[in-house]
């Protein structure tokens, strides 16, 4: 990674300390080192607000450069910043909502005249819009991520469950250059690469919150795909995550065994009609609110509402940042007010669910520009036909 | 899951809950879930001393039964407990090493009277030892795992590099039924589904806690496999978690291009001997350092001690803990006095790295019985030529 770049990400963080008074964040965890060291280390990032940052590194052994200090405890950090005559912090900010309470109760320990402050908000607010670098990364993963959906059809046979059609589509995934590791913020999901649902398994409620649910193959990871067989009149999403270079990339297709009910073509267009309105209505200053009741509006004309976004259980959401984890700011749903900024990237993603066919709809993956949103993830939008 | 066997769990929690004047758990990280439910949902397990368990249940929203109370937030945890007639807590453990800071802190407030008490040593203490029906289930891992390895050798070809032989193998692994997800304790490791690593990127330091490293594909996951080609000559050690029902079987084995050196099948008998000693030491009582200290006996004498467990950075141990985590207690590491018990599961993992070669060695996964440990990754153990 490239100092300016990392200097960019940094200053804004510290921008954001600045309004809280904020003096030093010491920051740990593996996102966010990766986000502002430019590759996870074991260790901690000590940001100071006017001075430039340092790193406490414990693991590998083999970085070493001006402002690196090795340790084997984050308890040495208040010693080394005495001896390299920088000043303690008035003001720390750990972060909070990702950091253990252990660990954060450590790390607080170090310096016990500090006030200490929750960052994770302020890490997150950065991270929510992209610099140019991390578009192009965001770029070049939907690139390959929509290469390996392209070759979706060719590994379908007749008979194939869900399960086994998911495995071959996970190895075009690899093959195609995805790292297969899925991020997520907090534990409110988990999910091997992505999901792969068919038929009336994308109803069954999860405990997960991703747009749909699914039953899974053991109650261990109960979510996605649950060894369904892939039937005639029946369709069948693939949202795998599209990891390929540290940014998740997201996106959904349709297939379909055979020909689908008329009803199930004309719910797919509701959810394009959908994307197009979200698309000309994006833009910075936009409130996500916004976008989330259109969505409502146009299904619910369409007479789609009851099964948009799961049936029994729905999602509360049309979309959601992505960044270097699967679930960043900004969240399309209702009653948020938070604005679209340039540089923000979005997952937008309408679905509905047919008792007995299955979902259909669409995923993609969008930046915000300054005039609007752009597509990042170009791929055939139609129900393919296996 | 049957009752009884959550009940027996719970128990076990609770023994040591009394030890300590604990008389209520909030359990609500999702292993932890996955053990007293038996399955894993969006919400808190709230175990109390001498009452039966209450599920406050968050999603999926098609859960019911006695003792399982819907709620939004778990702030209704304290309202609900009242309705019920039931005390509220004098001394409440939650997850202090596994929760977020402010999920602590959010949970701890529900009860403001209440003294908090870090519980996940507590748990993961309980998890240590195995049921009877979690052996079975890692009987049935092992099993699987091991049917997945003997197909190894028919997916490698000449001029594959380790990713693609990985992805070949990670798809033999999920076509067994292998689950995928690769759960870990804490932060300090992070890998897709497990490492496979030939020649000198075996030796490469990484930043996470596994017995080898490697550089990885990018630096957004610096660990594993890096694109290298297989090459004659070499070894190559594959070490996938087999993770087929929630329970993380653990299992190395190595393969070669052609012929390696003579000292490469020395270093592997070197590493199937320690193995052996370890294995016929190994019963309950018998103090975790005293089977690391007898490994690093055995390698000194062979003269391999340079080479064992890395070279430039080494793994501080030769065996961990597994069951719904890659890394449960205890860890066989130096000076480490904690005793083998009946029911506990260990990975057990001597590897050398030899420069130009790659890594030797072997890792089985172990069930500690009333008179010793019991193998239960029954699979060819030499080096076999691809």
Known sequence: MLLPELKLRRDKIRALMAQQNIDAAI??????????????VSGYLYLPLHAPARLFLKRPNNITGEHIHPIRKPEQIADLLKENNLPVPQTLMLEGDELPYT??????????????????????QARSTKTDIEIIMFHRAAKAHAAAYEQIPSVYHEGMSDKEFSIEIERLMRLQGCLGIFRVFGQSMEIFMGSVLTGDNAATPSPYDFALGGKGLDPSLPGGLDGSVLKEGQSVMVDLGGNFNGYMCDMSRVFSIGKLTDEAYAAHQ??????????????????????YDAAIDIVTKANFADNFMGIDQKAKFIGHGIGLEINEAPVLAPRIKQELEPGM???????????????????????????????????NEEIIQL
Do not use: D, H
């Open 27 to 40: 920051i740990t965890c593996n996102v966010n080192l990766l986000y502002t060291y430019g590759q996870i």
């Open 103 to 124: 660990e954060y109760m450590r790390l607080s320990a170090i310096f016990p005249e500090a006030t200490i402050v929750n960052g994770t908000p302020i890490i997150r």
């Open 270 to 291: 509701v959810c394009l009609e959908i994307q197009e309105k979200i698309a000309s209505l994006a833009k910075p200053g936009v409130a996500c609110e916004e976008l």
């Open 345 to 379: 990237v979005l997952a937008i993603e309408p679905k509905i669910v047919l008792p007995s066919v299955g979902p259909v709809g669409i995923e993609n993956s969008w930046v915000v520009t300054a005039e609007g949103i752009e597509k990042l993830t170009i791929c």
